[in-house]
């Protein structure tokens, strides 16, 4: 074998050898990476779960003759401000909605973003995040019309509301937060990002 042509083949195993390293260390990164997003999540939903009993604390106390509309709630040694909670059984989705419209609030749960108190008339905006795992709004791109979104209030008063338009608009665009012109109609606007951010995601959902 001539010399050119042992170092040629030399070359080639290295080059060989250095792209199975990189295959097998970008396999490692992955597998680490999803059972992270795995651990992370099953973390969130426990903490969600949590808050969510806080609520149900509160809606023990209370009643639809007592009017209240927010509770501050301990839990994991943070405070949350809990105004009730929402299931959408077509997607799996249950979790507590809060006051506060932090990033934190966003990390933990879903969040009010505008409007009237839970459950009363006019357009109440709920907003969550859009991960690509994760139970926030995730999936509500698969509502359709007529399907039911369920609204727990802090009296105990469960509504239930059913899609009647959805869509993609730019982040620009707030119309669908607008409040309707029936004065008597009960309205919620679930709420989420797409395009990393640069537009929105809306179903809206009315009382019958």
Do not use: W
Not at 34 to 44: A, D, G, H, I, T
Not at 52 to 58: C, L, Y
Not at 70 to 95: D, H
Not at 135 to 143: A, E, P
């Amino acid at each position: 074998m001539k010399l050119k042509e042992f170092f040629s083949k030399i070359n080639k195993e290295k080059v060989l050898n250095a792209f199975i390293v990189l295959i097998i260390i970008s396999l490692y990164v992955a597998v680490a990476m999803f059972l992270y997003s795995n651990f992370r999540e099953r973390k969130r939903q426990e903490l969600a779960n949590g808050i969510i009993d806080k609520v149900d604390e509160e809606i023990s106390k209370n009643d639809e003759d007592n009017k209240v509309t927010e509770a501050v709630v301990n839990y994991g040694g943070y405070k949350y401000t809990v105004l009730g909670k929402i299931r959408i059984r077509k997607i799996n989705l249950y979790q507590p909605i809060l006051k506060e419209n932090t990033k934190g609030a966003y990390n933990t749960a879903l969040v009010k973003m505008s409007g009237p108190n839970l459950n009363e008339f006019g357009n109440v905006a709920i907003g969550g995040h859009n991960f690509m795992r994760g139970n926030y709004f995730i999936k509500i791109n698969r509502l359709v019309n007529n399907d039911v979104v369920e609204i727990t209030d802090l009296s105990g008063r469960t509504i239930k509301y059913y899609v009647y338009e959805y869509g993609i608009t730019s982040a620009d665009d707030a119309s669908y937060l607008a409040q309707p012109d029936n004065e008597n109609e009960r309205i919620v606007t679930l709420v989420t990002c797409t395009k990393g951010g640069k537009q929105r995601y809306y179903v809206k959902a009315r009382a019958k």
